[in-house]
């Protein structure tokens, strides 16, 4: 089955310590994005990455780092967490980074920052 | 920059009456339009989507049209299940800006039987 997939679901943790939310897509989609979503605000991207070794900020990239060494994983590194970064994160991949192609996401991780 | 409005939620229907979620967008160039759908503590999932003006995306009984004259993609479905409760998001994609989705607040609906 096609589908991005993203773990933890849930997690909870304490400021300053180091997590990372790992991002699989089994499509061979080339472009992949980081999301926030947050009540009032709707979804934000934090990173995307073009392809293999290419990747960029967002529109809220504080306090994030991104990798994409594989084609397929995305991992989104939060290397000082601190309770502003409690949200619903999303990963999501399309075919190409054109236009016209649909991201498809994964279920979601819910981050709480203590 | 560019962005999305879509109507005020949340939106209370009974089963089998119309929907109508209204939703414009600002934007340069020739963005594609989407509509996605979350259902509780799942992803977003796309609904539908349209490339260019006069394009009617349509899917699940669901249907938007662009129309860039009014900047709208207004997403309509003639009758409503209790299954079509969720919340329903707006999107426009660019290939400047990093390609990335530009989402409106998104719309609860609720549908009752």
């Known amino acids: 089955e096609a589908q991005v997939t993203q773990n933890p679901r849930y997690l909870i943790t304490v400021t300053g310590k180091k997590l990372t939310v790992t991002c699989s897509q089994n499509?061979?989609?080339?472009?992949m994005s980081w999301y926030r979503q947050d009540p009032g605000l709707g979804l934000r991207q934090i990173y995307y990455?073009?392809?293999?070794?290419?990747?960029d900020k967002g529109d809220v990239p504080e306090g994030y780092k991104v990798s994409r060494k594989e084609k397929r994983n995305f991992p989104l590194i939060l290397e000082s967490p601190s309770p502003n970064q409690t949200s619903l994160y999303f990963c999501?991949?399309?075919?190409?980074?054109?236009?016209?192609?649909?991201?498809?996401f994964g279920d979601g991780t819910r981050l709480s920052i203590l | 920059g560019d962005s999305v409005t879509q109507m005020e939620g949340p939106v209370t229907l009974s089963e089998e009456a119309f929907l109508t979620i209204n939703c414009t967008y600002t934007?340069?160039?020739?963005?594609?339009l989407f509509w996605y759908v979350q259902y509780p503590g799942e992803g977003l999932q796309l609904l539908l989507k349209?490339?260019?003006?006069?394009d009617k995306g349509s899917n699940k009984g669901f249907e938007a049209t662009y129309r860039k004259e009014t900047t709208s993609f207004h997403l309509e479905k003639g009758s409503v299940q209790v299954s079509d409760s969720a919340v329903y998001f707006c999107?426009?994609?660019?290939?400047?800006?990093?390609?990335?989705?530009?989402f409106g607040e998104g719309t609860q609906l609720t549908v009752n039987p």
């Open positions: 349209a490339t260019k003006a006069d």
């Open positions: 990455s073009m392809n293999v070794e290419v990747t």
């Open positions: 499509m061979n989609h080339e472009y």
């Open positions: 999107a426009l994609r660019k290939e400047t800006s990093g390609s990335r989705l530009t």
């Open positions: 999501a991949s399309s075919l190409s980074p054109g236009y016209n192609q649909p991201q498809h």
């Open positions: 934007a340069t160039g020739y963005p594609s």
